[in-house]
């Protein structure tokens, strides 16, 4: 096939995702299917986080991400740096800007799914740790320090190598930074917890009664950390066979039947990547990005197979999750799959947010209407603020002419001025969770000052 660039491999990958049926959200219940363009701009209001240790002090901060997912294992064997690599390079396909941290350092597997020169890890004049591009992915693992050696370390320098690799990687600014754990529970797992904020984790499994018992306790954990599961990987479900078209299923003890009620029962979805012989396949040596040889969804030779596909649903239900789930203090019981916040068209135009525990706060509708980050209000290209916010900030007649929920992860708001905005719930979550929405007038009465863009 023809090689094509990496904004023309997009093309490609939305066209087969169409191909497909929609992203499941748990076995059973298909969930509606928001565009791609629009999950993307929702993501896009979401507020850039400083990578760096909590709570720690906000000068200096080096790098940001809108949001940190977590992939992880209960066992090692899975498939899980796999997905982890894949699932990365399917978001850049997008067009965000994405960076890919393997944190196995006794066995990292991210230079072997994406060979490199030895000798490519640098430092900046600061002392921090300058990521490797590759394909337009930035990429870090302890393999790429010291590629090609056994790590015979012990567990008070592992601490520290973790600690830098979390902390002192430069990655800039970017929309998601994936995140490839060591396998089981262990330590890092914790450390990682404590150190930076992570949104979700998906847990990578494969459907046998070994894999299963594992996913239960890896939900466990997470649970005790506060790091919400958003997605199962079934992975390698099935295998479709090239010569007949059949698909055959690789486990038979009825670990797979017992999976979905259990992830619904829990809010977490659940998607099945099929078997593919090629999903793993590199050249054992590095190669130029321009060839487009690997990983494995940037080689357009592989766009009719399965596993194509099956990415393709991944990133999808990725971003639905991670713009849908709940966060601390805020939207119905804390389960994975709730919705962060609700948000109430009131008589006479006015605004309300329902809290976590019933509470309600007060949302100004022109501020809501000044951080309108839509075509209109936005140049895409540039980021030019096409509006005069402030003239519409100090509108005290703009009102909400209609509220209507998009899915689990966002609301449609009209407003008197015939404007419409699309909000993602996560933005509008992190506005008034810090309360910082409710305009001049609630701010008053205690209820907040003013948002910036969302």
């Not at 005290?396 to 509220?403: F, H, N, Q, S, Y």
Request: aromatic share 4%; with cysteine; proline share 7%.
């Amino acid at each position: 096939s023809e090689a094509i660039p990496n904004g023309g491999h997009k093309a490609a990958l939305d066209a087969a995702a169409a191909a497909t049926e929609q992203p499941v959200v748990a076995e059973g219940r298909v969930a509606a299917s928001p565009s791609e363009t629009e999950l993307l701009r929702f993501l896009a209001q979401l507020p850039a986080k400083p990578l760096g240790a909590k709570g720690g002090p906000g000068q200096g901060i080096h790098s940001t991400a809108k949001a940190v997912l977590l992939c992880a294992s209960g066992k090692g064997g899975v498939g899980k740096s796999t997905v982890s690599v894949n699932l990365a390079y399917t978001l850049a396909g997008m067009g965000l800007e994405v960076g890919l941290l393997d944190l196995d350092v006794y066995g990292p597997s991210l230079p072997e799914l994406v060979p490199l020169p030895a000798g490519s890890v640098m430092q900046n004049q600061k002392g921090r740790i300058v990521p490797l591009d590759y394909g337009g992915v930035a990429l870090m693992s302890w393999g790429y320090v010291q590629p090609g050696e056994a790590a015979t370390i012990r567990a008070p320098i592992l601490a520290q190598i973790v600690n830098q690799l979390l902390t002192e990687v430069e990655w800039g600014a970017l929309d998601v930074l994936v995140i490839d754990s060591p396998p089981g529970t262990g330590d890092v797992l914790l450390s990682l917890s404590q150190t930076l904020p992570i949104d979700g984790a998906v847990l990578v499994t494969t459907c046998n009664n070994i894999s299963f018992a594992d996913v239960l306790k890896g939900v466990q954990l997470f649970e005790k950390v506060a790091i919400p599961p958003l997605l199962v990987v079934a992975n390698m479900s099935a295998f479709e066979c090239e010569s007949c078209g059949r698909e055959h299923q690789l486990f038979a003890d009825g670990a797979a039947a017992k999976l979905p009620g259990f992830l619904e029962a829990k809010g977490i979805g659940l998607v099945k990547m099929p078997l593919d012989p090629v999903l793993s396949k590199t050249p054992g040596h590095p190669m130029p990005p321009a060839v487009f040889e690997y990983p494995y969804v940037r080689n357009p030779d592989n766009q009719r197979r399965p596993a194509w596909k099956g990415f393709s649903r991944l990133s999808l239900a990725v971003l639905e999750k991670l713009l849908g789930k709940a966060t601390d203090g805020i939207g119905g019981d804390g389960a994975a799959g709730a919705a962060p916040a609700a948000l109430k068209l009131r008589p006479g135009g006015t605004l309300e947010v329902r809290l976590k525990g019933g509470e309600l706060r007060p949302v100004a509708a022109s501020e809501l209407r000044a951080a309108c980050r839509c075509a209109h209000c936005i140049d895409e290209f540039t980021g030019e603020v096409k509006i005069d916010r402030d003239s519409i900030r100090s509108n005290t007649g703009l009102r909400a002419t209609a509220v209507e929920p998009k899915g689990n992860y966002a609301v449609s708001v009209t407003f008197s001025d015939g404007h419409n905005s699309l909000i993602a719930l996560r933005a509008l979550e992190q506005m008034v969770g810090a309360g910082v929405a409710a305009g001049p007038a609630a701010a008053a009465a205690g209820g907040g000052g003013r948002t910036g863009d969302w």
